[in-house]
């Protein structure tokens, strides 16, 4: 009988221990795991954080005074643009002014900033359709791909004329493939034109930074991801000059710059 209640008492020590040791077990695994996520995520240092904070700057391009008169374009020399156009009056871009007195095709850009921003692959398009430059206005940073492409059913050229870069002239038959080219040194603006339809021109900035945009049909802009910090905007125009101003962005910020041109 003694042995017998020896026996049971010695087996519950026995459970009693093995039930201990897995708890502390199961303890230190759940302990371990937490350790490992810890590592994993450790806390941002002291300004990392803020490393990549950015603001914007938005604005509107006004126009004051009287709007330019815009001649027709005569398309007659080549038929093909005739048809292209299927029967639509066509006028210059230049000089346009939208229906809310804002103006179209700005080209606005910072003009310096102190980092180093390498030229992105994505190439920048322009097209030739309906025998007009499409778009009128483009933005584009040093080393970056420019594709011109025709989608019309008639010869074009492709001629810009550079102060700071070489210039190039180039003809594309309808159904040619594109053909790319680069800058190699920033300008703005590079003009371009058409030899074989004398109405086409486009303006391309070469820049050294992505902070820029042009302006549609709202006569709006909208720079994002300007690190913070003070600096030089300009607002180009083909017809009504330039402008520049001084702006100071702040970090998740948006900064608001207007330019007012006038005709008269």
Known sequence: MLETIVGVKTRMKRKHSFVIITLIAVFFSIWGVRAKVAVAAPAPRQ????????????????????KPHLPQISMSQD????????????????????????LPNVFVYIKSVAQKYPAPRRAVTLDQKGCMYIPHVLGIM???????????????NVHITTRKNPQWNQSQPPGAAPFYKKFANPEVMVPVHCNLHPWM????????????????????????????????????????????????????ESTTVDFTFQHR
């Open 201 to 252: 021109t486009a303006y391309i900035g070469v820049v050294t930074n992505p902070f820029y945009d042009v302006t549609g049909t709202k006569g709006v802009f909208t720079i994002k991801g300007v690190p913070p910090g003070q600096y030089k905007l300009e607002a180009w125009t083909a017809t009504f000059g330039t402008q520049e101003k001084t702006v100071t962005v702040h970090a998740h």
């Open 142 to 156: 040093v080393g970056q791909p420019l594709k011109v492409v025709n989608s019309d059913f008639t010869t074009h």
């Open 79 to 102: 038929p093909e643009c005739v048809r292209e156009q299927q029967g639509k009056a066509v006028y210059p871009q230049d000089g346009r002014v939208n229906a809310n007195d804002t």
């Open 47 to 66: 300004g990392e954080s803020a490393k990549g904070a950015t603001g914007e700057i938005t604005g509107k391009i006004v126009f004051e005074g009287t």
